[in-house]
């Protein structure tokens, strides 16, 4: 069979739709037809782009600069013969892939865990019986039936309905379940308004449906989202580029300070040449960082390591660090900045002022607090009343599992309602006892309210109402107040409109009740019988902020990371929301630069909407391609973009932003599929923590880096010094392989787990580019250099009369102790050891003992000696050779107070 894709079904009735797809209402498809589309069309599938195979996953490992120059090197030390070198480079590289395999292997693990939100069966009709298939198993043609709770399995064109509310918030970002309803509509109309027609992601919030598949896997709506991600360049993340950068400046220098120590040894003091090539060749296999590839991956599995337990799961390993180097983080608002719950905050009776209402989330916990203490409801017997009806004029459920967030099922407002009741029912249980529901009649939108007949211990009965406010109002004809029901004149109309007006202002969803006395044999709910109401007051409902973003939104700005909230809900709502966490100070604005922007809004030339994207950090009621021009403008202004979303329609903004954040909870796959980072727990603080955690990443990267730079950098020179001044080699080729393998491969590897240090959310973010060596090193450099190589020089010719191979001992202690003190320098670049706190890391503090034992071990043990030709020091040398050595960490810790102090003053 052959479908139109481009067909519009929602133009035409549902009895055109059965004959274009050659099926029927009643019976449904044959299954030996359904067969023959499964086979023509292919299964119910999307496209699974983000699950990559395990070769793929390890040939990703080996594709790295670092990697080449490493090669390279166990290359020239086989050929020379250091056979050690060869195994231990190799054992490097071997390492560095292992881990980056195993993160991103079980990220994809992670990520396989959390994809629920397309279930894998359906109910159809086939050969005129009701059964239940795998959803892979649709075709088009295929009559379903759905019923509250269920996700859609394909996109539909609606048969009947009953009471149909669908969530489509997953493709459009309207938050608010959508009524639907069989009507053709003719004229054509935005996805979102096509009320006829449900779609594959979606799910059913209220009542029930029978509707025909129009469209399967790719082809469906949520499937043509997905196959366009494949149009969406593949970009090379930002921290691959700075260390392919860092590996062509580490290999240059080894390359030049190589050849200078052949070109002083061999042009100017005429050493043979075969020795003067090993001592070089050692001073390039040394030089060149061939712990940092594993370093920048344990730094990088350390930093995921710490985000999965903090709610975000690294899908691709080098967004670890991207995370910290973000500028700005366009977040979606429901779900992410708010609690995607709808709650009861505000409650209005006539004649009282408006009373609030305490707790968040499903549990029900809360108090009703009216100005300045806690009301009890039993003496209001308005309150009273409309407790009552939110209890009994609903048909949502709480189902409590353990000590867990209760499970809430039923129309997210009416859940709202229940939630509420039981707030009052936890402290005054006897409001609701004994009161029975007798007949319900669920919510219509063409009526706009919903109704139930509930009767009382002593056999009278009422109809509760509860329903859109100005609906409401316009059936009743009296009012509550404290002294009992009197007639509600336009005064009173008044006041409650002008609540209705003030509550919908503060971005809330307004929902009145009222109720009226019936017969005590009336046992049906009857919409034409809903009238001459008693008006009970007004529930104001809002999806609240989580109570923890406020000061994550804090912690952006002091970072200098901006936030811009990108939604599509209302104008108001995102307003409100905005305003409470923090991303802007006011609804004012200016003409310039408004503080919310909506869609059409954004009808724009080029360099308007650029200046839009530059000041105004609220757009509301934006289509995903708007969200995707306001991400490339702010890329193209060098920023670094953070987008989170969870629809189908968020996709291609996330798979183009530099870091995109899906979420776990309520994300589609093809989200979680298209971006680097998933939330476990769809919380926008999740992201803040993943900037710090990716903060503190670089910063170690850089240390790292800083430390291999100049310890390699010192002990080359003084190679080049020693011969320059006429010594011999001061140390022999093993010697300067045996302190690159145990020095710089200890404690780099320690310091890749420094922690934070309180003050990484203070500093401003990198810049685009920002290269990870930069002139910080300089200091360091200027340090390092001259006391290791005066100490080495002081110490050689100390020893030189006694033998060379004494004097050679004495260097390699030498050189190896500064490398191990500078660690401790390179714990911050700014901060003292001792202020943030010297035995804090632990792992600094085990590989500086480490790495003294296995040195001193090389000298004092005969197998050892006889290895690297060592001559026995005393320990009282070795004491003072130690201590001496330590002034690398006492000149660098008197350059940061001398820094601290000269800023100080400047400040």
Same mark, same amino acid.
């Given at each position: 069979m052959k479908t139109d894709q481009d067909f519009a079904y929602y133009n035409v009735d549902a009895e055109e739709t059965i004959n274009k797809l050659n099926s029927d209402r009643q019976e449904g498809l044959s299954q030996k037809e359904a067969r023959k589309r499964l086979r023509e069309l292919g299964p119910n599938k999307l496209p699974e782009k983000g699950t990559t195979s395990i070769i793929k996953l390890i040939i990703k490992q080996f594709k790295d600069f670092l990697v080449l120059v490493l090669f390279i090197a166990a290359v020239i030390s086989y050929f020379t013969g250091h056979m050690v070198d060869v195994y231990v480079i190799f054992g490097v590289i071997l390492v560095n892939a292992a881990i980056g395999f195993f993160q991103e292997y079980k990220a994809e693990k992670s990520i396989a865990a959390l994809k629920k939100l397309i279930k894998h069966d359906a109910m159809v009709m086939r050969n005129g019986e009701k059964k239940v298939i795998e959803?892979?198993?649709?075709?088009?043609?295929?009559?379903?039936?759905?019923?509250?709770?269920?996700?859609?399995?394909?996109?539909?064109?609606?048969?009947?309905?009953?009471?149909?509310?669908?969530?489509?918030?997953?493709?459009?970002?309207?938050?608010?379940?959508?009524?639907?309803?069989?009507?053709?509509?003719?004229?054509?109309?935005?996805?979102?308004?096509?009320?006829?027609?449900?779609?594959?992601?979606?799910?059913?919030?209220?009542?029930?449906?029978?509707?025909?598949?129009?469209?399967?896997?790719?082809?469906?709506?949520?499937?043509?989202?997905?196959?366009?991600?494949?149009?969406?360049?593949?970009?090379?993340?930002?921290?691959?580029?700075?260390?392919?950068?860092?590996?062509?400046?580490?290999?240059?220098?080894?390359?030049?300070?190589?050849?200078?120590?052949?070109?002083?040894?061999?042009?100017?003091?005429?050493?043979?040449?075969?020795?003067?090539?090993?001592?070089?060749?050692?001073?390039l296999v040394s030089s060149i960082p061939e712990g940092l590839p594993a370093v920048l991956s344990i730094v990088l599995a350390i930093g995921a390591n710490r985000m999965a337990r903090q709610n975000a799961i690294i899908r691709e390993f080098t967004a670890t660090e991207a995370a910290g180097s973000l500028t700005v983080i366009l977040s979606d608002k429901t779900g992410t900045i708010t609690q995607s719950i709808l709650t009861v905050k505000k409650l209005f009776v006539p004649g009282q002022n408006e009373f609030s209402v305490s707790g968040s989330g499903y549990k029900p916990e809360g108090e009703i607090n009216g100005e300045d203490e806690q009301v009890e409801v039993e003496g209001n017997e308005q309150l009273k009343k409309m407790s009552q009806i939110a209890a009994f004029c609903n048909d949502a459920s709480l189902q409590q599992k353990d000590q867990d967030e209760p499970e809430a099922s039923g129309d997210p407002t009416e859940v709202s309602l229940e939630v509420f009741s039981l707030k009052v029912k936890d402290k005054e249980p006897d409001l609701f006892k004994?009161?029975?529901?007798?007949?319900?009649?669920?919510?219509?939108?063409?009526?706009?309210?919903?109704?139930?007949?509930?009767?009382?211990?002593?056999?009278?009965?009422?109809?509760?109402?509860?329903?859109?406010?100005?609906?409401?109002?316009?059936?009743?004809?009296?009012?509550?107040?404290?002294?009992?029901?009197?007639?509600?004149?336009?005064?009173?109309?008044?006041?409650?409109?002008?609540?209705?007006?003030?509550?919908?202002?503060?971005?809330?969803?307004?929902?009145?009740?009222?109720?009226?006395?019936?017969?005590?044999?009336?046992?049906?709910?009857?919409?034409?019988?809903?009238?001459?109401?008693?008006?009970?007051?007004?529930?104001?409902?809002?999806?609240?902020?989580?109570?923890?973003?406020?000061?994550?939104?804090?912690?952006?700005?002091?970072?200098?990371?901006?936030?811009?909230?990108?939604?599509?809900?209302?104008?108001?709502?995102?307003?409100?929301?905005?305003?409470?966490?923090?991303?802007?100070?006011?609804?004012?604005?200016?003409?310039?630069?408004?503080?919310? #922007?909506?869609?059409?809004?954004?009808?724009?030339?080029?360099?308007?909407?650029?200046?839009?994207?530059?000041?105004?950090?609220?757009?509301?009621?934006?289509?995903?391609?708007?969200?995707?021009?306001?991400?490339?403008? #702010?890329?193209?202004?060098?920023?670094?973009?953070?987008?989170?979303?969870?629809?189908?329609?968020?996709?291609?903004? #996330?798979?183009?932003?530099?870091?995109?954040?899906?979420?776990?909870?309520?994300?589609?796959?093809?989200?979680?599929?298209?971006?680097?980072?998933?939330?476990?727990?769809?919380?926008?603080?999740?992201?803040?923590?993943?900037?710090?955690?990716?903060?503190i990443v670089f910063r170690n990267v850089r240390l790292t880096s800083f430390f291999l730079v100049t310890t390699n950098f010192a002990s080359t020179l003084t190679l080049i010094a020693a011969i320059g001044v006429g010594f011999t080699y001061p140390l022999l080729p093993t010697q300067i392989l045996w302190i690159n393998l145990v020095t710089d491969g200890i404690m780099d590897i320690s310091l890749a787990t420094e922690p934070d240090h309180g003050d990484i959310m203070e500093e401003k973010p990198q810049k685009k580019g920002a290269p990870i060596l930069n002139k910080m090193i300089f200091p360091y450099l200027f340090i390092i250099v001259p006391v290791m190589v005066g100490l080495a020089l002081l110490v050689f010719n100390h020893y030189h009369e006694e033998s060379v191979e004494k004097a050679r001992t004495g260097v390699f202690l030498v050189v190896a102790m500064t490398q191990v003190f500078n660690a401790f320098n390179m714990r911050s670049l700014r901060k003292s050891a001792f202020k943030i706190g010297f035995f804090k890391n632990k792992w600094v503090i085990i590989a500086f003992f480490a790495s003294i034992i296995l040195q001193i071990a090389a000298i004092k043990l005969p197998f050892m000696q006889s290895i690297f030709h060592f001559k026995d020091l005393q320990w009282t040398d070795i004491g003072v050779i130690t201590a001496m050595s330590g002034l690398v960490f006492v000149f660098g810790e008197l350059y940061k107070f001398i820094r601290n102090r000269i800023n100080h003053q400047d400040h």
């Open positions: 959803a892979t198993k649709l075709v088009p043609g295929d009559i379903i039936l759905l019923e509250e709770g269920k996700s859609v399995p394909a996109d539909a064109r609606l048969l009947e309905v009953k009471n149909l509310s669908v969530n489509e918030s997953s493709l459009t970002g309207e938050s608010v379940p959508v009524s639907k309803e069989t009507e053709a509509i003719e004229e054509e109309v935005s996805l979102a308004d096509r009320k006829n027609m449900i779609y594959k992601g979606t799910h059913v919030s209220r009542g029930t449906c029978k509707a025909i598949v129009t469209a399967t896997g790719g082809k469906t709506q949520l499937g043509e989202i997905a196959e366009s991600l494949q149009d969406v360049e593949e970009k090379e993340s930002e921290f691959r580029k700075k260390t392919r950068r860092l590996a062509k400046i580490m290999a240059t220098i080894a390359i030049s300070t190589a050849i200078v120590v052949f070109a002083v040894g061999y042009f100017f003091r005429g050493f043979e040449f075969d020795d003067i090539l090993l001592v070089t060749i050692a001073t004994d009161i029975k529901r007798i007949d319900d009649l669920p919510f219509n939108a063409e009526q706009k309210f919903r109704a139930s007949i509930v009767e009382f211990p002593d056999g009278d009965r009422e109809c509760f109402v509860v329903g859109a406010p100005e609906k409401v109002l316009s059936l009743s004809v009296k009012y509550l107040s404290g002294k009992g029901e009197e007639e509600l004149k336009d005064k009173n109309r008044e006041e409650i409109e002008k609540q209705i007006d003030k509550m919908t202002g503060e971005a809330m969803r307004v929902i009145a009740c009222a109720y009226h006395e019936v017969d005590k044999d009336k046992d049906v709910a009857d919409p034409e019988e809903v009238s001459d109401l008693v008006f009970t007051g007004l529930y104001g409902i809002i999806d609240p902020a989580r109570p923890e973003v406020t000061e994550a939104v804090k912690l952006c700005r002091k970072a200098g990371i901006r936030v811009v909230m990108v939604t599509g809900d209302h104008k108001k709502t995102a307003a409100a929301i905005a305003q409470e966490v923090g991303i802007i100070d006011n609804l004012e604005g200016t003409e310039e630069c408004p503080a919310v #922007l909506e869609e059409t809004e954004l009808d724009v030339d080029e360099d308007t909407f650029s200046r839009y994207t530059e000041c105004v950090n609220v757009f509301a009621r934006v289509s995903p391609q708007s969200k995707l021009k306001i991400a490339k403008t #702010l890329q193209g202004k060098n920023n670094l973009i953070g987008m989170t979303g969870d629809g189908v329609n968020d996709a291609p903004a #996330l798979k183009t932003a530099d870091v995109g954040i899906a979420m776990g909870q309520r994300g589609t796959d093809v989200a979680r599929d298209a971006s680097q980072i998933v939330l476990s727990d769809d919380n926008f603080a999740s992201i803040v923590n993943a900037v710090r955690q990716g903060r």
